[in-house]
């Protein structure tokens, strides 16, 4: 429906489905142009310059973290009129599920907050206004959702809020305001019934740098996680207690546990900055990432759940 209203607008996805699925996502949907595999914000920030430039049709074989359709130029120069009428575009995208499909090169993962970057590890083709770190990232941009409900003429909209509770806990099931924090990516498991570390950077070689994969044999060369900073984290979750009011929140890293330095420093800086108190929370977890002395800090620090995961596939562990 898009796509006959917009004939001329590129279309694009990304995401996990579309890491994971690859090549598959644009067959299966004719109506998308490209998608956007790894880490996208970089990758959306380059296709945004190119377009401002008119530069973007003639040039996406030079972004990296693409597949694309090779039949976009024609498809450009059919008639817009054309292209809207129903049927005609039924034809046209029944054609495009069998066009020849581009992938460009791999992008380059952003670095946690653990990694001192030094000159020679940036290539020299990446921009200067692309983001380097996780923390770097600007925050969601949550002011443009519907969080609180609103009442407009023909309908109401129940906005983001309403569905604060978790049935978790307790604290969890009565929030009212809860927001969700996610500052990690990739993952540290071997789980051979997941795919998430597509997303996250799961083939390397000698460095962080030297991301590539053959992902059409699936084949799995060395897990890879990354956080942003403790202090990246509390500063956005101070920033969504001045602006948002929470009352909760649910740190949704699949293994927000892993790194237990990271883990005690964000209990001690919510500590130093007077916020203990102020929300609830819980996380998820490995259950081997856990012991008693931690499990005592968090929940001094007013942690209310951990969902926890075990199964690996792995008959060794």
Request: with cysteine; hydrophobic share 35%.
């Amino acid at each position: 429906a898009l796509k006959r209203d917009w004939p001329d607008t590129f279309f694009i996805a990304g995401g996990g489905c579309a890491s994971s699925l690859m090549k598959d996502m644009l067959r299966w949907i004719p109506s998308l142009d490209a998608i956007c595999y790894g880490e996208g914000e970089n990758t959306l920030i380059e296709l945004l310059d190119k377009s401002a430039s008119g530069e973007l049709w003639g040039e996406l074989g030079e972004v990296r973290g693409l597949i694309f359709r090779d039949d976009l130029e024609k498809w450009k120069k059919i008639p817009s009129k054309i292209r809207r009428r129903k049927q005609m575009t039924q034809q046209l995208l029944k054609g495009r599920s069998k066009v020849e499909l581009i992938q460009t090169q791999p992008r380059p993962l952003m670095f946690d907050y653990t990694h001192p970057i030094r000159p020679d590890e940036i290539p020299e083709d990446l921009n200067p206004g692309y983001y380097r770190t996780l923390d770097e990232l600007p925050y969601p941009a949550w002011e443009h959702f519907d969080l609180d409900p609103r009442q407009e003429k023909t309908r109401f909209i129940p906005g983001y809020f309403v569905h604060s509770s978790l049935a978790l806990s307790a604290e969890a099931l009565s929030a009212r305001r809860r927001m969700d924090v996610i500052a990690e990516r990739g993952c540290a498991g071997r789980c051979r019934f997941c795919d998430h570390a597509r997303l996250g950077g799961d083939f390397l070689h000698e460095s962080e740098w030297d991301f590539y994969g053959d992902f059409q044999k699936g084949g799995r060369i060395q897990p890879f996680v990354r956080f942003q900073s403790p202090e990246y984290v509390v500063d956005m979750i101070t920033y969504m207690l001045i602006h948002f009011k929470i009352d909760f929140i649910a740190f949704m890293d699949e293994t927000m546990l892993l790194n237990r330095p990271r883990t005690l420093r964000i209990l001690e800086l919510l500590e130093e900055r007077d916020l203990i108190g102020t929300f609830k929370w819980g996380c998820l977890a490995r259950a081997e990432n856990v012991d008693l002395e931690l499990l005592g800090k968090m929940k001094q620090a007013d942690c209310t759940y951990i969902s926890f995961g075990f199964e690996s596939s792995d008959q060794g562990q």
